[in-house]
């Protein structure tokens, strides 16, 4: 989160300032990535893109404080995931394995980024093996930060009903990895749910 600086690196992007612009997106896109992997699999990255689009498109519109625009961020992507929802009901999407683009190099050590991810990466499948509305809400509670009430406006749910899938979500999530751990407990020093 930005803090005290939201305001003015707000006010840059707005004026045109690629670098504010890319303050907020660095900011940001690791949860709204996060919390598409979690609601879309393989198309999160593109879903991702037009979030951002929309939001660029948008900027000189939005009128709030900090908590307020993550909010409206992930609003956006979740219109995003429900139009492709949408959209992947009415024609299936071919999907193209990644050896077709091994030629292109990427300027970063993606294998080095792949390593890092990996405990982050097995905690969205977890996430991912909920149902559906669980969890869209764990992952927009825990991985977006967003609280109750905003994970309330950016669903259309009542907060109530987005305090019980949470706790539905959580529970199912304490299950699955107590599933998980060894027959003896889990290792020494490791604090479960």
Do not use: C, N
Not at 71 to 88: K, Q, S
Request: negative net charge; glycine residues 10%.
């Amino acid at each position: 989160m930005l803090g005290a600086g939201f305001e003015a690196t707000l006010d840059a992007a707005r004026a045109g300032d690629d670098a504010a612009f890319a303050s907020l997106w660095r900011d940001l896109q690791p949860p709204v990535l996060r919390y598409l992997v979690v609601a879309s699999g393989s198309v999160a990255e593109d879903l991702a893109s037009e979030t951002w689009l929309r939001v660029a498109l948008g900027l000189a519109r939005f009128d709030g404080d900090e908590a307020g625009f993550r909010a409206w961020v992930f609003t956006i992507a979740r219109h995003r995931l429900v139009d492709w929802r949408r959209r992947e009901t009415r024609a299936r999407t071919v999907v193209r394995p990644g050896e077709q683009f091994a030629g292109r190099a990427a300027g970063d050590d993606p294998a080095a980024d792949a390593l890092e991810r990996v405990s982050t990466d097995e905690a969205l499948a977890l996430i991912a093996m909920l149902p559906p509305d669980q969890a869209e809400v764990v992952s927009l509670r825990a991985v977006a930060g967003l609280d109750v009430g905003d994970v309330a406006r950016v669903l259309g749910k009542r907060p109530g009903a987005v305090r019980v899938l949470a706790h539905r979500g959580l529970r199912r999530l304490a299950e699955l990895l107590a599933d998980e751990l060894p027959r003896g407990g889990p290792p020494a020093g490791v604090v479960t749910p």
